[in-house]
């Protein structure tokens, strides 16, 4: 049973490039969440999908926008990056409307902006 | 918005020692989740603990909703304990998870 994976491991920009990350949730789940971590900080909550609409978003500017695919698969996408913004992208997948299920994450993806 | 605190921020331990953190937050959660970050970045789930108490192996966590807190147990630790130890909160089950600012526990051999 494959868990969350995402793509790339790594990626380097430069300011006010975009970038484009992948996640592919575990099997069976249907929800799709993004957080980002700063170095020496708690992940904090970007955005979640489910049914391919944004369903809750946290405190982000509109320069983060993603997509949820048939397949519930999703992107992350940054437009106009900052050196801010640079971090350890993390995508959490869990299945919609089941009581004690929680929340798995994958391995992440490191943006550093130059 | 709901706050979470965890203490300490940092703990360092001999192997085999025991340890204790806690998790505050400041408002009533349907999800209480434990996670595991190691050096790699990957989070690891310890636990889905809104309530009562759960063991796995060396470990176990225990939640008292009504006073707003949440403690984990690391018993025996081993220097693979090493990372940092994240409570995320949130109000309903698939919601934005808030996670506190983590304790680092180092584990010498």
């Known amino acids: 049973d494959a868990g969350v994976t995402q793509s790339p491991t790594h990626l380097i920009k430069t300011r006010g490039q975009q970038v484009t990350l992948r996640c592919s949730p575990k099997?069976?789940?249907?929800?799709v969440s993004w957080y980002q971590q700063a170095l020496g900080q708690g992940p904090q909550f970007i955005f979640q999908y489910y049914e391919e609409e944004e369903r809750q978003r946290g405190n982000f500017p509109d320069r983060f926008s993603g997509h949820q695919f048939p397949n519930y698969s999703s992107e992350l996408n940054v437009n106009a990056l900052l050196l801010g913004d640079s971090a350890l992208y993390l995508c959490a997948s869990s299945l919609d409307g089941i009581v004690q299920e929680t929340q798995y994450f994958g391995p992440g993806t490191r943006l550093l902006v130059l | 918005g709901i706050q979470v605190e965890q203490s300490p921020p940092d703990l360092i331990l001999q192997e085999g020692a025991n340890s204790t953190l806690r998790c505050n937050f400041s408002d009533s959660v349907n999800n209480l989740q434990w996670f595991h970050q190691n050096p790699w970045g990957q989070l690891i789930n310890l636990f889905y603990?809104?309530?009562g108490t759960k063991q796995n192996g060396r470990l176990s966590a225990t939640t008292v909703a009504t006073e707003r807190y949440s403690l984990l147990y690391i018993s025996s630790s081993q220097t693979t304990d090493s990372g940092v130890y994240f409570c995320a909160v949130s109000l309903s089950n698939t919601g934005k998870l808030i996670f506190g600012q983590g304790t680092t526990l180092q584990v010498k051999p």
């Open positions: 603990i809104p309530s």
């Open positions: 099997s069976g789940h249907d929800t």
